[in-house]
DNA sequence: CATGAATGAGTATTCATTCAT
DNA sequence: GATGAATGAATACTCATTCAT
């Protein structure tokens, strides 16, 4: 009733596949990818430097594995939140909240595992490239679902709007940066949303016209504010 | 009777500093930063590589001057286009295309220059973050003035479409490079446009219940146009 | 009732340190001592790299294996080969073919397999040394048997004439690979043939005033011959 | 009248070279090429590694330098020696006692220069090739003119001459090492060249019979030196 | 202003060999 | 006998930067 010997040990390799990334994932944060130091990776594991070369062909696929893992949680979390909302805009509102908050808590990491590293003029055919492949697939089937039901605007590329709420989301990440420590995202996020919203959403005629009134309305209302100010 | 030796002296001086940005530029094109030698540079100029550190502190200088010179170039085109162009969208459209003209052009220049302020925690205190915000202030000032005059919607924080401008465009020319040579990005440019113009404008003159809620809208407009006058 | 095992075990042995040998073998001369790998040997095998420890000590001796296998080979061939010629010029002849077409065959394999002992200090106690002087017995009972016959010079060293022979020839093989692929190396192998007979034979039947001194040296031989007999 | 500065630190510069090539000919004979450490040289010198590398572009490329070093001494001396000398055999003799010395003296090291490194395919090609040409060119001026002398066989490549004399006399070096450490190496040579010059000296017909009778009367005074002592 | 020789820190990677199973 | 995961030593080379002239 002995178990198979095999199991056991591959399990612990696997086990310390694991621990590896885990180290080197550390690694890569605090000292970014040229100065992280495979020997203090090792270190930290506790096996010799070439025992990670067993695991790993080189930095470089140490880096991708690292970017792997923290690319199937993104696509883990994005895809289960989605399927719990019902609808197109909230449905978008989770991924782009899920992605600023990744992006902004773990920025040096994942500007180095999305940014084709180095700028590879061969980015297409790279790993990376099919691991944010299949990140992004949520999102476009969250357009594409959308378009169905009418939602969103039929006449767009869908990667024009890919482009558009991440590129913008990352930019956003970078401009939060620069704010002090704390500040809240969540209403800027919510102007990104409502922005993004209206250029790809369709119009219901009706909601339509509601909306171009907006602005309209809310000037209205600040200058009533304004002259409520000047008579108090 | 010493002629004034000071000028021509200083002239001569800032030539051999725009030649060596010159081939900075280009060294850095051809081999990325990490690959480009300060002593190809110097060779190419025809000075010795130390004469190079007479007029940049270090290899990160340089590379900012050249971005520097970049931007300058950038922001003089972009500032120079608006002003030819009346409506909010038409320079809309003139600043997307140039900047994503020129960033697929200078891919990899223009990213290097930007990458390491991308990581960096202290990107606002940077000069390239100073440089970027003469180049966008370009941008702000078209939104701005479109707010002014109702074409776009006064309720979004600047910042915000800014993000989503630069940052879908610099993803959009990301995905553009991934296409086959030589692909004409005009048509993607142009959804991209109309997606952005949608999110941002005020009255994107199309939906047709949006236009019979025009009229109503301009009276409104017209009143708070007044109640403004009277405040100010 | 026991089979007595130890006759197929040992033969299975016997074969796999064969398989061994021939995969080192192969590796060796295709990569090199250095680039040689033990992995690809016991790949090719199909069996586990430690398993080469179990018949090999280490690198150094699976080379030595090898070298053993193709001094082994060489020197049955010259034995046999010698066997059948009667003449020494023959039999000198049928060595030098052998010595020069194996050596230019497997240049690489076989300088290899005598380079680490040409500068060892310690050659004289080494295993290679004793699978070379192996090797050139057969050289030196040729000679000896001329000798003998009174065919080659009684006065010159062994070791001399040896040298001479197969020093000449590794030089002729490495004159002989700098020189166009496909070239025949016959020509240059009589003419070596010629000038190390000439140097070494008694009487090259040629030369016209030699013949006339024969008989006055002969007896001058015998003379000496009877002295020396009356010394032992 | 002061002296060009140039001069002398291009005379520093060339004495730096000579130091470092010496630093690492001791290098090299202590430890062979693999094992010999740059760090060990430019410390020796008196340098930082870094500098090893502004004369030399690599490894190999001071192994060379020192071959170089090697073989120019070589050069010169055998040519020296050689116009001092007016008969062919007295010049082989010469070459064979001046070869056979360094080679017995400096074994490691110039096994290793002359050994074109790593057995590479493309030795012709080498620099290495070039040099040792230019070192045998002595050899082949020594033959020529003892040709054009009537005094060598003109039938015989010379090639074939040049590999025995230099490919017999790496044999004999090896083999004397092999020999207890002081042993006397000239009678050896002795032999060695009356072979040598045996095989490849054209045949007067006087001299020729003379030279037969020769080692008889050298075994009859033998011979006589015995009778001697036992009569002392 | 200009030179250019000298500096020296810093690390990924390989692979023969071992030994617990 | 066989396995194969783990070990760990060992080092050439680059190139931005400096500073004596």
């Given at each position: 009733m002995q178990a198979p010997a095999g199991r056991p040990r591959r399990r612990r390799v696997e086990e310390k596949e694991r621990r590896i990334i885990a180290a080197a994932r550390a690694e890569f944060r605090r000292h970014g990818f040229d100065k992280a130091r495979i020997a203090e990776i090792a270190r930290r594991v506790g096996v010799a430097e070439g025992t990670v070369y067993l695991y790993f062909a080189n930095k470089n696929a140490l880096l991708l594995a690292v970017a792997a893992e923290i690319y199937d949680g993104l696509t883990r979390e994005a895809a289960a939140g989605v399927e719990e909302i019902a609808d197109t805009r909230g449905r978008l509102a989770f991924l782009a909240r899920l992605h600023f908050r990744r992006l902004l808590r773990e920025w040096r990491l994942l500007v180095m595992a999305m940014t084709p590293y180095k700028m590879a003029d061969d980015y297409g055919s790279t790993e990376g490239y099919r691991l944010n492949r299949a990140y992004v697939r949520v999102f476009d089937l969250v357009i594409r679902d959308g378009v169905n039901r009418g939602e969103i605007r039929?006449?767009?590329?869908?990667?024009?709007?890919?482009?558009?709420?991440?590129?913008?989301?990352?930019?956003?990440?970078?401009?939060?940066?620069?704010?002090?420590?704390?500040?809240?995202?969540?209403?800027?996020?919510?102007?990104?949303?409502?922005?993004?919203?209206?250029?790809?959403?369709?119009?219901?005629?009706?909601?339509?016209?509601?909306?171009?009134?907006?602005?309209?309305?809310?000037?209205?209302?600040?200058?009533?504010?304004?002259?409520?100010?000047?008579?108090?």
């Open positions: 039929a006449d767009l590329p869908l990667g024009v709007m890919r482009d558009m709420f991440y590129g913008g989301l990352e930019y956003a990440v970078r401009t939060h940066r620069l704010r002090p420590a704390g500040s809240d995202p969540d209403p800027m996020l919510d102007h990104f949303l409502g922005a993004f919203a209206a250029g790809i959403m369709a119009r219901p005629a009706a909601a339509g016209a509601a909306r171009e009134a907006e602005p309209v309305t809310r000037r209205l209302e600040e200058v009533a504010a304004r002259l409520e100010a000047m008579l108090r």
